[in-house]
T-cell receptor, first 114, second 114 residues
Framework: AQSVTQPDIHITVSEGASLELRCNYS??????LFWYVQSPGQGLQLLLKYFSGDTLVQGIKGFEAEFKRSQSSFNLRKPSVHWSDAAEYFC????????????FGSGTQLTVLP | EAGVAQSPRYKIIEKRQSVAFWCNPISGHATLYWYQQILGQGPKLLIQ????????DSQLPKDRFSAERLKGVDSTLKIQPAKLEDSAVYLCASGATSGTGELFFGEGSRLTVL
């Protein structure tokens, strides 16, 4: 069974500082990996996704993530955080078969200090 | 392109009452999912439809939860009778059959059971 671990429940950074959110997955085959962001009272918005090819993927809002198969990780990064980035971030893994079910991590809450 | 529509956005009921949530997916999306998101946790899959058939309902508490997608388009999720632990946000998502598993989420229906 696939699973996702986000070891950091809550992270606080200052505006303008760099950010890295950790994600580790467990999946037997080549995974499809996603990062979603959720602002209060909102649904989930896709930031970026990895399916194959280049292990460094670029997403919206200046985010990027790197797939490292040897470490079963897919960490999310941003070089300079903006106050509007404060939200909850979810890493997810999907099967590559026809079921295409997403399994989510428990999320990381990001607080941005002025 | 219209996104995934859900209603109602908020619902407060007392335990043992019933409630129903409605979802209209993105036009043309064959797969539809209902996720339950309890406060502080990642979304958990309840049920997956492919057109009007159920692909996976293994995590749906069938003694109280039911869902249908009669014409392969919109869907209804019902809870009867509700328990306190059903307080959560119910997220609907849809995706295309082909492609790489990206899901599009609605804003969710927040249920409070008193």
């Amino acid at each position: 069974a696939q699973s996702v671990t986000q070891p950091d429940i809550h992270i606080t950074v200052s505006e303008g500082a760099s950010l890295e959110l950790r994600c580790n997955y467990s999946y037997g085959a080549t995974p499809y990996l996603f990062w979603y962001v959720q602002s209060p009272g909102q649904g989930l918005q896709l930031l970026l996704k990895y399916f194959s090819g280049d292990t460094l993927v670029q997403g919206i809002k200046g985010f990027e993530a790197e797939f490292k198969r040897s470490q079963s990780s897919f960490n999310l990064r941003k070089p300079s955080v903006h106050w509007s980035d404060a939200a909850e971030y979810f890493c997810a893994v999907s099967s590559s078969g026809s079921a295409r079910q997403l399994t989510f991590g428990s999320g990381t809450q990001l607080t941005v200090l002025p | 392109e219209a996104g995934v529509a859900q209603s109602p956005r908020y619902k407060i009921i007392e335990k043992r009452q019933s409630v129903a949530f409605w979802c209209n997916p993105i036009s043309g999306h064959a797969t539809l999912y209902w996720y339950q998101q309890i406060l502080g946790q990642g979304p958990k899959l309840l049920i997956q439809f492919q057109n009007n058939g159920v692909v996976d309902d293994s995590q749906l508490p069938k003694d109280r939860f039911s869902a249908e997608r009669l014409k392969g388009v919109d869907s209804t999720l019902k809870i009867q009778p509700a328990k306190l632990e059903d307080s959560a946000v119910y997220l609907c998502a849809s995706g295309a059959t082909s492609g790489t598993g990206e899901l599009f989420f609605g804003e969710g229906s927040r249920l409070t059971v008193l």
